[in-house]
């Protein structure tokens, strides 16, 4: 049940902050349902933290794996759900922008 795993995991966050594994969980959970601002709102705090204000939970593989992978997958996929550019509005982006949204597409 999506509902409640999004609870949980909200719990989870809830109780202790500086943890990784939830907000990965979380938005890994809010990605796969199509929900990549609420997936890129949690996992973008959880980024952002420096190793020693991590918690409980936290080995290697979450810090230093999980939690950038997702954070890339997050990236990525607001990129592949934009609209992508019109021609009249081409002009206006950067050459290497442009390269960016072929490669993506």
């Known amino acids: 049940n999506v509902d409640e795993a999004t609870w949980w995991y909200t719990k989870c966050i809830e109780v202790d902050p500086a943890r990784a594994d939830c907000p990965v969980y979380l938005a890994k959970l809010q990605r796969e349902q199509g929900d990549i601002a609420g997936a890129w709102a949690t996992i973008l705090p959880a980024l952002k933290r420096t190793l020693p ?46 390269l960016g949204w072929s490669l993506l597409r």
């Open 53 to 98: 204000e991590r918690s409980f939970a936290n080995n290697f593989y979450i810090q230093e794996c999980s939690l950038p992978l997702e954070g890339a997958l997050t990236l990525v996929s607001q990129f592949t759900q934009a609209e992508q550019p019109t021609p009249s509005s081409t002009a206006e982006l950067p050459p290497n922008f442009m």
